[in-house]
């Protein structure tokens, strides 16, 4: 329970920085990069966990 907890925080922090990198304007592949690990994070790797 407490890695699927701590993954939600990392990913949250990860589209955070997305965000910011996309406000900001100087690098959109950072902003592709944290986006779409964070939202991974979010979504698909506690759907792993389900399972057990």
Known sequence: ?????VTLMIGLY?????????REGTNRKKY???MTI???LI?????L????
Not at 1 to 5: D, K, W, Y
Not at 14 to 22: D, I, N, Y
Not at 49 to 52: E, L, Q, T, V
């Open 38 to 40: 964070g939202l991974l």
């Open 43 to 47: 979504f698909v790797f506690p759907r």
């Open 49 to 52: 966990f389900d399972s057990f």
């Open 32 to 34: 592709i990069t944290y």
């Open 1 to 5: 329970m407490i890695i699927i907890l």
């Open 14 to 22: 990860l589209v955070t920085l997305g965000v910011w990198e996309l």
